[in-house]
């Protein structure tokens, strides 16, 4: 008989598997085409009449409410409205420069999407007024947060509005999470447009910044995964059929939940790189050249607060990996302690409400899959922020304002 030479049985061992895997594949793909399974989309409904180009914000959103879904590896996460105040920010109250109550403390709140949080049901700084006048000790937290935004914005929103219009306030709140210190200016508009449709703009220099939607308009990018949708449109994947109007591609679900597990540990360039061809507006970092204007927005930050004589507190949040390897140092915490040593501001590390908890118990707050927090968790940030508000009342110590750590 004659012997079966070695490469034989490898290439024979080898053609078996992929008989296997492709028929296994196949199987699941189909399955997980009627299920959703690996999906992660953005639906909107007529985010045009809502998210528009704004000079000073980045964007203003409009009276008119928008709905939003969120769906991650196939599920339905979230259902949202975008929505805006008088002022074009995500807070359920109109404000104004002047103070309506003489008694009641009043605070500018700073933030990113964790913060305008219209993907969940109530904001922290609503909650945190609920709590507050449960408690018979009323306050008024004024939320200026930018979803997508985050120092820049912050800036901008900040001399623009804050300072230009005279509000009347008591202290600032920054609540800062992973890459919001490096953000540049975001600008968003979603008007005539199939996809929501936003950018980083490439440079910090604030005279660079666009001041009309056909100066933002050749910078604009779609963000992977977002369709704006008819509110008849809309529906469907409330009832759990997709939009006829949204391609859904056949995908390999097994190659693509084996990405999605390497991906923590393929390097950041290359993850970027492969995000840069997937069409999404990512962070993009500014040019190096620009770098020299980041500095001196922190430093119109702390001027501001000095001749106001305003305390600031900067608060930390952690993302749900970090809180459960219990990373006391990573490069965002580093980032934000340092920002509120340079703002002479209270700093307050998010992950301490965390303590106590089990790993079950953090994971409830925050999303499944997406990395934002739930509804519990955004009460708990309110809580834990609202129970330290009285650190306001001081400022840390002098020798720290302005300077770098």
């Not at 979230?78 to 002022?87: A, C, D």
């Not at 005539?192 to 009309?212: C, E, G, I, K």
Request: net charge neutral.
């Amino acid at each position: 008989m004659r012997r079966i030479s070695t490469r034989k049985k490898v290439l024979f061992s080898l053609v078996v598997f992929l008989v296997f895997y492709a028929t296994i594949e196949i199987l699941a793909s189909v399955v997980a085409y009627y299920m959703w399974w690996g999906d992660d989309y953005w639906f909107f409904e007529d985010a045009g009449r809502t998210v528009q180009f704004d000079a000073i914000r980045g964007y203003r959103l409009t009276r008119t409410p928008s709905r939003v879904i969120g769906i991650s590896h196939g599920s339905v996460e979230t259902v949202g409205v975008l929505r805006g105040n008088g002022q074009g920010f995500s807070d359920r109250d109109d404000f104004g420069p002047k103070r309506p109550n003489e008694s009641v403390r009043r605070f500018a709140v700073f933030g990113d999407s964790f913060t305008a949080a219209q993907y969940i049901g109530q904001s922290w700084p609503d909650r945190a007024e609920d709590l507050a006048r449960e408690a018979g000790k009323p306050i008024e937290l004024l939320n200026f947060a930018v979803y997508g935004g985050g120092l820049a914005n912050w800036h901008r929103v900040l001399i623009e509005i804050v300072d230009a219009q005279k509000y009347e306030i008591d202290g600032l709140i920054f609540a800062v999470y992973g890459n919001d210190l490096w953000r540049s200016f975001f600008v968003a508009d979603n008007r005539d447009a199939r996809h929501s449709m936003q950018a980083y703009w490439p440079s910090w220099n604030p005279a660079t910044y666009p001041a009309t939607v056909e100066n933002a308009r050749p910078y604009l990018r779609s963000a992977a995964g977002s369709y704006i949708l008819t509110p008849e449109e809309f529906e469907r994947p409330l009832q759990g059929r997709w939009p006829r109007s949204v391609p859904h591609p056949f995908k390999p679900i097994l190659l693509t939940l084996a990405w999605r597990s390497a991906r923590p540990y393929v390097p950041e360039s290359w993850r970027s790189a492969f995000a840069g061809r997937a069409g999404g507006p990512g962070l993009v970092p500014p040019d190096v050249g620009s770098l020299k204007y980041r500095d001196p927005l922190i430093q119109d930050i702390w001027r501001f607060c000095e001749l106001r004589h305003l305390p600031a507190k900067v608060v930390y949040i952690p993302d749900r990996a970090e809180v459960l390897a219990g990373d006391r140092e990573s490069e965002a915490f580093t980032d934000a302690r340092n920002f509120a040593r340079r703002l002479g501001a209270v700093f307050l590390d998010g992950k301490e409400m965390f303590e106590g908890m089990s790993r079950a118990e953090i994971r409830a707050n925050y999303l499944p899959h997406d990395g934002h927090w739930s509804q519990a968790g955004s009460n708990r940030f309110a809580e834990f922020t609202m129970g330290r508000l009285q650190l306001l009342e001081r400022q840390p110590d002098e020798s720290q304002k302005g300077t770098e750590k």
